[in-house]
């Protein structure tokens, strides 16, 4: 994220009305950042409609976080960075496994929440290339 480039779009999917962690997100965020928030039962049409750089997913506020970052890293070619206010080093393996670029522990540290992001997108941007390039050599 470099403060020249074009606003990024963020998508929060999940979160509980009246929390505090949204608003927290969206102010440690560089104003080039637009976040919009949803709930889990709209985000494949939210997703299918926009164009989003990053998807982060409150896993505390989904029903399954796993199978939810496994269908939407299926389906869609966005880095996924997951959240969770009780991080255990299972539910993190099953959800990098998922597909997931990232999973933090929900913290309200600003600074290291912008450098999970800012790590989180230069690591699906090489992914994203790896990928391609295996793809033009099978060509």
């Not at 299918?48 to 409150?58: E, M, N, R, T």
């Not at 890293?73 to 990098?96: D, K």
């Amino acid at each position: 994220m470099q403060k020249n480039s074009p606003k990024n779009s963020f998508l929060l999917i999940g979160f509980r009305p009246g929390e505090e962690w949204p608003n927290f997100l969206q102010d440690a965020l560089p104003s080039f950042v637009k976040l919009d928030l949803i709930q889990e039962d709209d985000a494949r049409n939210v997703i299918s409609s926009h164009q989003y750089d990053l998807l982060i997913i409150d896993a505390s506020a989904v029903h399954d976080a796993t199978q939810l970052v496994r269908s939407l890293h299926m389906e869609q070619n966005i880095p996924i960075l997951v959240v969770t206010a009780s991080a255990t080093w299972q539910s993190a393996r099953e959800i990098l496994k998922a597909g997931a670029v990232d999973y933090i522990g929900r913290s309200f540290d600003k600074k290291e929440l912008r450098l999970r992001i800012n790590n989180t997108l230069k690591t699906a941007s090489f992914l994203l290339g790896e990928r391609k390039q295996n793809k033009d050599k099978l060509k």
